[in-house]
């Protein structure tokens, strides 16, 4: 083959390498909306009709399925406004955004302008297998969507698009040694300190089940005078799940355990602020407990925001794994005068 015909094929293959990636960069920005079907949860616990739980009352939520194959596996969930606009992460590599519908009494009723979008790589295309998609923890700052993914563990930072969600990542340095992350039990929380707060707006990053010597669960502060590493000490065999700030700077956890004698076990525990520090091991007490004897499964999410009037909401999702033994489910929670 003379240098001539040599040349003209590299310049075809570079030609359709060219158009693969085009092709894959539109279909990785293609966005799936999703129809979901809500059943309506009016009590928490199964058979009655009581609304106080712990220091808090329930307000409603909803059991969700979809006929969407993507739909499933919600690992984090977050409001943009005072319950209504909505952005969250699947472990499986899938941004999700949608719209709350309340009834005249401000419960949850169904969702709209439910979309799913693949997370984006550094390439610009869809992060692919489990190994490299299975995002856990997500927390929102203006136009900053930052997650956390476990077992290839990393942070990384995109720009708020609801539209595209075209966003490519920006990497956060991990602010745990990686010899420290436990393979699938990683960094589960992501969230962002209250601005006016002790850590003046600083984020943290909660492990699931990354324990050290004491066997206490690893944490962090990524920035800010507080910046470090801190624990979480572990108690009775549950692993974290989730976690957010209250308005007053305090944190909350969401912690679960399971085994086959009790089922699904979820608590929350509330963490003073003012505990978090460098080397310092926190802990606190439990605001809400429930078992299988209420509506809950492998509860994934916690979001904490706060009404038009100022009141304080929680909201939990939960990981169906994509099994037809467990359920995709929202609850609303508010704080009991």
């Given at each position: 083959m003379n240098r001539t015909a040599l040349a003209f094929r590299r310049v075809l293959l570079c030609l359709a390498i060219l158009i693969v990636m085009a092709v894959s960069a539109e279909e990785s920005a293609v966005i799936d909306p999703a129809v979901i079907r809500s059943r309506i949860i009016s009590n928490f616990r199964i058979g009655s009709s009581e609304k106080r739980f712990g220091d808090l009352e329930f307000v409603g939520g909803l059991e969700m399925t979809s006929a969407s194959s993507?739909?499933?596996?919600?690992?984090?969930?977050?409001?943009?406004?005072?319950g209504k606009k909505f952005i969250g992460i699947t472990d499986t590599g899938f941004f999700y955004a949608g719209t709350m519908q309340r009834d005249e009494e401000g419960r949850p009723a169904s969702i709209s302008n439910f979309r799913l979008a693949p997370i984006q790589s550094e390439e610009g295309l869809p992060v692919e297998g489990k190994w490299n998609s299975d995002a856990e923890g997500m927390s929102v700052s203006g136009n900053t969507v930052t997650v956390s993914f476990e077992r290839i563990h990393r942070i990384a930072e995109y720009a708020l698009d609801l539209e595209n969600f075209a966003s490519m990542p920006k990497d956060v340095p991990l602010p745990i040694p990686r010899e420290e992350l436990r393979n699938n039990r990683g960094i589960e929380t992501i969230a962002y300190s209250p601005a006016s707060g002790p850590l003046h707006g600083a984020r943290i990053a909660v492990t699931e089940k990354s324990i050290n010597k004491a066997g206490d669960m690893f944490a962090a502060v990524l920035e800010g005078p507080q910046k470090g590493i801190f624990f979480v000490?572990?108690?009775?065999?549950?692993?974290?799940?989730?976690?957010?700030?209250?308005?007053?700077?305090?944190?909350?956890?969401?912690?679960?355990?399971?085994?086959?004698a009790s089922g699904v076990v979820l608590r929350i525990r509330r963490i003073s602020v003012a505990s978090i520090k460098p080397g310092a091991t926190v802990d606190g007490e439990f605001i809400l407990q429930a078992d299988m004897r209420n509506q809950i499964d492998n509860m994934e999410g916690l979001d904490v925001w706060q009404t038009a009037d100022g009141s304080t909401r929680l909201s939990l999702v939960s990981d169906d794994n994509h099994s037809i033994l467990q359920r995709s489910l929202y609850l609303e929670f508010r704080f009991a005068e």
């Open positions: 993507d739909f499933g596996g919600l690992s984090a969930f977050r409001y943009l406004d005072s000490k572990r108690r009775d065999d549950f692993d974290i799940s989730d976690g957010d700030f209250l308005p007053d700077g305090d944190l909350l956890l969401l912690e679960r355990r399971f085994s086959m």
